[in-house]
């Protein structure tokens, strides 16, 4: 296990000059038409060192872009979260509620975003609802799994001395249930904050949007390879962090 502070600086340090090296390596030998890191700075920087100029729809800074697909993003995900986390609490402590609609759930879980968005333009007839309800549908399942999974958990101890205070039914949920399977209910939300990260690309991508996913399949079709790149670093990046925040998020509830 790795403790020292500067361990954990420098090990990550190392790994990321490693990616940088084979990365420069694959530009100048096997794939010809990939930039290097350099040239991929040096065609991108405005972007990054003027990060919220407007030229245009698409062309914009990269955090002016991520500032669209993050609110998408924020609204996709609190719908999932506001039906997803009652769907999986019914799913755990009513068996037949979960006899009832598990399998229709199963069934559903596996269809791809890809697949989910042209229905839902039938639906809305708009990209920004669709793009919402793509995110919605597809990020709802781990958060619903997961809380199902934590009730089901739940110690029997537990429910007996909920029966043996007397606690009503919303006292016995408020009071034992909710917190007993909490863990699990923060695991879904993170989980589900990736897949809802995951999601909004590749509805940006299929609607032409203004966002991050917009503009990589923008510059796809112009063959400018560095903001593509630019594109799969930043998605990278606000993916990463998000996770970190949820952690942080996570451990705050825990604690108290």
């Known amino acids: 296990m790795i403790s020292s ?19 420069t390596a694959l530009s100048q030998t096997v794939a010809t038409d990939l930039p290097s890191p350099a040239r991929t700075w040096r065609e991108s920087q405005r972007y990054v060192l003027e990060p919220f100029f407007k030229d245009g729809e698409m062309n914009q ?64 007839r708009q990209s920004e609802p669709a793009a919402i309800f793509t995110i ?34 919303w006292r016995m949920l408020a009071k034992i249930i909710v917190p007993a399977s909490l863990p699990y209910v923060f695991t879904g939300y993170r989980l589900s904050l990736g897949l809802a990260w995951l999601v909004i690309v590749a509805a940006e991508m299929l609607t032409g949007t203004p966002g991050v996913g917009g503009f990589l399949w923008q510059e796809y079709n112009s063959l400018v390879y560095s903001h593509i790149i630019l594109s799969v ?3 990278g990046a ?10 942080v998020v996570e451990k705050r509830f825990k604690a108290a």
């Open 5 to 23: 502070p500067a361990s954990r600086i420098l090990l990550p340090l190392l790994g990321l000059a490693g990616v940088l090296v084979a990365w």
């Open 61 to 124: 800074g990269i955090l002016r872009l991520a500032s669209y697909s993050l609110v998408r993003v924020g609204k996709g995900y609190l719908l999932a979260l506001v039906i997803g986390t009652p769907v999986g609490f019914m799913l755990g402590l009513s068996p037949r509620f979960h006899a009832t609609f598990d399998p229709i759930i199963q069934f559903l879980r596996p269809i791809s975003p890809l697949a989910w968005l042209p229905l839902g333009l039938v639906i809305f």
């Open 136 to 169: 919605a549908l597809c990020a709802m399942w781990p958060t619903v799994i997961n809380t199902a999974v934590g009730v089901r958990s739940i110690s029997p101890d537990y429910l007996n001395v909920g029966r043996v205070l007397k606690l009503s039914r």
């Open 233 to 235: 670093l930043t998605i």
């Open 238 to 247: 606000i993916g990463f962090a998000l996770d970190r925040l949820m952690g």
